[in-house]
């Protein structure tokens, strides 16, 4: 069975497609050990809790800087024999130390058709707008491998969304959210399943 930790920092709809997904048994060889976020008011603890999940909150104030709180948090994840981490709406970029640590064992989901749409700033409702700005008819979203770069790792799933001439960034983040739900449960369902295998910038699906 795959150990899977979610790290969050909002809302965590994400989050809560993979508890559904594990509870109806679309996700059968996998379990969320651990929901991890870096913002205390994150609505996505109240939903681990609710489903019974255990939550770890890390206050970055009490820690010296962002080495000193990853390196507490990769402890932890050790600690805990975590296979699998799941950045989902996670708004903090983690240090390559960490990145070290869990080499091919980091998810994340982006609001976004990757290579398109990424990188620093490009987060939450940001994303919308410049798809919207740059005038393209279809966006989508992304899970891919986290490697050292930002929203640069290897692409597991996408799923394309049309931009319609009446979208705004809010509407287009619905309608892209419910793909997400999708996507991001079919990812993790592949990697459970041992089905994923990274070959230089490609993921191939076996
Ligand atoms: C999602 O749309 C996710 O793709 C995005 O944040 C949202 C979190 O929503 N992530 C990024 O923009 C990362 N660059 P959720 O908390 O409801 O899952």
Redesign the pocket.
Known sequence: MTKIAVF?S??????QALIDAINNEYIKEGYIEIVFSNKKEAY?LERAIKSGIKTMFLDPKEFSGRQEYDEYLAGKMNSMNIDLICL??YMQILTEKFLDKFHGKIM????ALLPSFGGPG???LN?HKAVIEAGVKITG?TVHFVDKGV?TGPIIIQKCVSVDDNDTPETLQQKV?KY?HQAYPEAVKLFTEGRLKIVGKRVVIS
């Open positions: 969050i909002g809302g965590g709809t994400n989050l996505g989902a709406g994340n989901i982006h609001p490009m987060y939450g994303v979203c929203d959210l997400e």
